[in-house]
Structures are given as C-alpha cells and as structure tokens.
C-alpha cells in the first residue's frame, strides 16, 4: 500500500512539474513583445529616445517603435552629407556632426558609457530643440571597450543623424499614415523612402511607401 501511495506521490509530483515547465514556456512567448523580436534579429546598434526606438539594420533601413509597437521601417533614398568633429581633444566631451551645405548641426555631449553597454548623451539641434539622455546601444561590429580618448563615441554616426531627421519630421512623415495602414491591413511591413533636400530640418522633398512582406 505504501509503495502504491509513494508511486502515486511521484506522479502527482511530475505532473505539476511538466504543468509549471509548460506554463513557464508560454508565459515567455506571450511575453515577448515585437520589439523584443526584433532586437533579438542581427541589427547595427538601435537608439531609444523616451518612447521611441529606433532599429539600425544591416539593410540600411531603420525601424521605428513606439513604446512595443513597430510603427514603419524608413530609409534616405539621398545620401545624407554631414561632417563630424569632436568639441575637444577627448571625444567624450562633446561631438559636433554638420551639415556642410546648410550649416545645420547636432552636438552631441554629456557622454557617458553605461554598464549595460549603452552610451547616453544629450543632443542639441540646430532648431534649438534638445534632447536629454539619449540611451545609444552600438552594434557589435561598432562595439568598443576604450573609447574614452581620442576616438569619436559615435563610430559611424550617420544612422543616428538620419533617425534625428526623421524625428524633427515626424509630421511630414506621418501623411504616410493612411497608405501605413493599407500596407499594414494586408500583413504587409512598410518602409517609407524619404528624400531629403539639402537641408536636414528643413523639409523632406518626397516621402513614399513600399509595401514588402
């Protein structure tokens, strides 16, 4: 009788283990959010300003979230022209990136490198906006553990300037929005092709929308 009660005990036992495992496997799928999707794909470093995140992809797209939720991929079908130079002698202090055909700028200051592996800093624009601890995570091909002297925070801030340009934009990109949600209606993932004039603040010349799957 007590080994029938001990035999019964272990399957009890097992059944709520494989009962808890399986929860716990759920749990993580339902958990995981788009965004979270996404960073896990191989990517070129991504910015997070407040709500907003921006993806750099090997491709050369960018990929906007808002909070978990995508909002649309975006690309520079211009290239964009800019300069960049260090406020100082340590690059930490300060990076300075200029338009040479208009003479607007971003400066770039307050670095700090984080544990985590971010980098946060401020940015000023040309516009006066500002913005106030920015959090930038390279990618591991522009990752570096020695950046303090000398060398530019930012390796290849181009994908960075062209995030800032669309976020300055957001109003003019977002007469997109209809054709975002046609593309959307039919599981597609759309990537708006802005054109950019010789200004980066000024206004955006052309904006249109590929529908891919």
């Known amino acids: 009788m007590k080994d029938k ?3 019964l005990s272990v399957i009890i036992l097992l059944t709520i ?18 965004l979270e999707q996404e960073l896990a794909l191989e990517n070129n ?4 300003i407040e709500s907003t995140t921006y993806i750099f992809k090997k491709t050369g797209e960018i990929v906007k979230f808002e909070n978990d939720d995508r909002q649309f991929n975006f690309k520079f079908l211009n290239e ?9 002698k340590h690059a930490i202090e300060g990076l ?6 208009t003479e607007e700028y971003l400066i770039f200051s307050n670095f700090e490198e984080l544990k985590s592996g971010f980098l946060k800093f401020d940015v000023e624009f040309s516009t006066g906006q500002t913005l106030s601890s920015v959090l930038y995570k390279p990618g591991k091909a522009n990752a570096s553990s020695n950046r303090w002297h000398g060398d530019p925070m930012l390796d290849e801030p181009s994908p960075v300037v062209g995030a800032m340009i669309e976020l300055s ?7 997109c929005r209809a054709a975002f949600e046609v593309c959307s209606n039919t599981n597609g993932v759309p990537t708006v092709a802005l054109t950019n004039g010789k200004g980066w603040f000024a206004e955006i010349e052309a904006c249109s929308l590929e529908c891919h799957d």
């Open 5 to 7: 009660i001990k035999l």
């Open 17 to 34: 283990s494989l009962q808890s495992c399986s929860t716990d496997s759920e749990e993580t799928t339902i958990d995981s959010t788009e």
């Open 45 to 48: 470093g991504f910015l997070k």
């Open 80 to 88: 964009l022209s800019y300069e960049a130079a260090a406020t100082s």
């Open 96 to 101: 300075t990136v200029t338009n040479p055909e």
């Open 169 to 175: 934009q957001e109003e003019l990109v977002g007469k």
